[in-house]
């Protein structure tokens, strides 16, 4: 009998186990599909819940940035980018985004520091780093000579 509750435990145990983990992939899942339909609030709100559960999921920072570019809300939108890159440090996508940005602010500096870092990453978005650097050629300040 003692066996038999021991049993019953084990498998309460693992089915709980099961579900918990399952619907943490639900929320990242379903928060992209969210996303995909232009329905930002709702996909953020799951986002979060996702990193509720899931802390390191470099993805749902990513798409929270997204999201945060979609409101124009820079502050938060590079405060996701930088944690995603905390997480996943060659972030191809996060860091193209970081640039987007420091080129909006005029931060040169910070756009060749990640454009370096880039080169070294890149894989699939190569190209884009191009672009970013040709038009700082034409935007970077001139430095002046005493």
């Known amino acids: 009998m003692r ?7 084990v498998i309460l145990f ?14 990242f ?5 969210l996303f995909k339909k232009e329905k930002y609030e709702d996909a953020r709100f799951l986002f979060e819940r996702n ?12 798409y929270l940035a ?10 938060k939108e590079e405060y996701n980018l930088e944690t995603t890159l905390l997480i996943e440090p060659n972030n191809e996508e996060a860091l193209l985004m970081l640039m987007k940005i420091a080129i909006e602010n005029s931060n040169y500096k910070k756009v060749k520091d990640l ?17 970013i650097q ?9 430095k002046n000579e005493s």
Request: hydrophobic share 30%; proline share 3%; charged share 30%.
């Open 3 to 9: 066996n038999f509750f021991k049993l019953i435990g």
């Open 14 to 27: 693992a089915t709980s186990f099961n579900s918990i983990s399952l619907s943490k992939e639900n929320f």
């Open 29 to 33: 899942n379903e928060a992209l599909e």
């Open 51 to 62: 990193i509720v559960f899931n802390p390191k999921d470099a993805n749902s920072y990513l």
């Open 66 to 75: 997204k999201i945060y570019n979609q409101e124009k809300n820079q502050r």
């Open 115 to 131: 454009s370096d870092k880039f080169v070294k990453v890149c894989k699939n978005l190569c190209a884009e780093n191009k672009d």
């Open 134 to 142: 040709e038009s700082l050629k034409n935007i970077e300040p001139e």
